[in-house]
């Protein structure tokens, strides 16, 4: 106890404080709760980055398997180093995922995250100025069904994760027949339209809902910091 307050102080004194995980306030400690009551050792990260999302589950203790897919070449061969040591981690070739298999151009964000195969609304890119385009570059493109299904032969329970701004739609599109056996999606939602062509989240729900998916939790996203408005969120459901 006299260490902890130690720890505590120190941690204190540079503007930071220490708090017991909990899922009221750490999204990813919530998630983890969540894959563990429904026994899940396999995630799909369907629009990887450079590997945030995996981190954040490892850090919260899953040592089940992730396997990450990410089109954009720098980011992938990012999340390829950066999973070299990891061997429950596997990065799929480098390609988006959607409705289609095939070639497809992507546009490249200044910050990376916020890269998508749609153009970007003003919306956006107003709330965010680190977030307009700066390039584009083709990359393959698969669906789920074609690129996921060898990986989930031993698995118990899979999950998947979506974040692929704005594209969604095409992702769920393009995992029919890997939706009917997931266990739970996780799927960015916008709130307001901040792609061109993108579905909102009340379609995006209705959809899952359709799957047969449940709505288990809702955490808080991108939010617009000059007035506070939220514009995304990430959504969680179960197959109950």
Not at 26 to 50: H, I
Not at 62 to 79: C, D, M, Q, R
Not at 200 to 212: C, P, R
Request: proline residues 2%; charged residues 20%; contains cysteine.
């Amino acid at each position: 106890m006299k260490l902890k307050k130690i720890i505590r102080h120190c941690i204190n004194k540079i503007g930071y404080d220490l708090h017991r995980l909990n899922v009221n306030s750490n999204p990813s400690y919530q998630l983890k709760k969540a894959l563990d009551r429904f026994k899940v050792d396999l995630v799909f990260d369907v629009g990887a980055n450079t590997g945030q999302f995996g981190s954040s589950l490892r850090a919260m203790g899953f040592n089940g398997t992730i396997v990450s897919f990410e089109p954009l070449s720098s980011a992938h061969k990012k999340l390829t180093s950066f999973t070299s040591t990891d061997s429950k981690w596997i990065v799929h070739q480098r390609g988006a995922i959607g409705n289609i298999d095939g070639e497809i151009e992507i546009n490249i964000a200044g910050n990376s995250v916020s890269s998508s195969i749609l153009p970007m609304l003003t919306s956006h890119s107003s709330a965010a100025l680190e977030s307009t385009y700066i390039g584009s570059e083709k990359a393959p493109i698969y669906r789920l069904d074609s690129a996921a299904l060898s990986y989930i032969e031993e698995a118990r329970e899979y999950f998947i994760k979506i974040d692929t701004q704005g594209y969604e739609s095409q992702v769920l599109d393009g995992a029919q027949e890997i939706l009917l056996k997931a266990r739970g999606v996780l799927c960015e939602l916008s709130l307001i339209p901040l792609y061109e062509g993108q579905q909102l989240w009340l379609e995006l729900i209705h959809s899952l809902e359709l799957q047969g998916f449940t709505l288990w939790a809702i955490q808080k996203g991108f939010t617009d910091h000059r007035d506070g408005r939220t514009l995304q969120i990430d959504a969680i459901f179960f197959r109950l």
